[in-house]
T-cell receptor, first 109, second 115 residues
Framework: GQSLEQPSEVTAVEGAIVQINCTYQ??????LSWYQQHDGGAPTFLSY????GLEETGRFSSFLSRSDSYGYLLLQELQMKDSASYFC??????????FGSGTQLTVLP | EPEVTQTPSHQVTQMGQEVILRCVPI?????FYWYRQILGQKVEFLVS????????KSEIFDDQFSVERPDGSNFTLKIRSTKLEDSAMYFC?????????????FGPGTRLTVL
């Protein structure tokens, strides 16, 4: 089976940098994805890491260490609109995603 | 930009009734999925569908659930006899099926309320 652990809540101020960690246990590993979800909205894809290292997409970066079964999402220059839930997720053999429980990010002015 | 659409946005039903949730995936995508999210909880996988058949299903997806792609555009989820615990947001998603990355694009969801 698959399980993912991530912090339930993170709070930061506008303009700051925040890191959301995710550790996983999987029976087979194909990569680690990150999704953003605003209240009542659909999950929106942010990034995907199949190999070790850092992937950068604008203000968002994602890191993966397969040997440590660990990844993180880094959000820079935080904006109020970044307040949302962030989920790490792993695909299975049939591409189905198993999601973590989500991290509620609150950005304060 | 192409997007996944879902109808209805909100469905209220009585326990024991059948409901059909509808989705139109992105047109060139090959893989289709249903997920659900109970209020305040994580997104949970229900079923994946490829080449006109189920490729994987979770423990949640029991005999009360079925999926269908009745034509070239629609993808439906049917719950035969709804229970109170089926109340949740149901998301449809689709993906191209690429090799290195296979981003799933989610629809806006259908909020199902079972009374």
């Amino acid at each position: 089976g698959q399980s993912l652990e991530q912090p339930s809540e993170v709070t930061a101020v506008e303009g700051a940098i925040v890191q959301i960690n995710c550790t996983y246990q999987t029976s087979g590993f194909y990569g680690l994805s990150w999704y953003q979800q605003h209240d009542g909205g659909a999950p929106t894809f942010l990034s995907y890491n199949a190999l070790d290292g850092l992937e950068e997409t604008g203000r968002f970066s994602s890191f993966l260490s397969r040997s440590d079964s660990y990844g993180y999402l880094l959000l820079q220059e935080l904006q109020m609109k970044d307040s949302a839930s962030y989920f790490c997720a792993v695909p299975g053999s049939a591409r189905q995603l198993t999601f973590g429980s989500g991290t509620q990010l609150t950005v304060l002015p | 930009e192409p997007e996944v659409t879902q109808t209805p946005s909100h469905q209220v039903t009585q326990m024991g009734q059948e409901v059909i949730l509808r989705c139109v995936p992105i047109s060139n995508h090959l893989y289709f999925y249903w997920y659900r999210q109970i209020l305040g909880q994580k997104v949970e996988f229900l079923v994946s569908f490829y080449n006109n058949e189920i490729s994987e299903k979770s423990e949640i997806f029991d005999d009360q659930f079925s999926v269908e792609r009745p034509d070239g555009s629609n993808f439906t989820l049917k719950i035969r006899s709804t229970k109170l615990e089926d109340s949740a947001m149901y998301f449809c998603a689709s993906s191209e099926g690429g090799i290195s990355t296979d981003t799933q694009y989610f629809g806006p969801g259908t909020r199902l309320t079972v009374l």
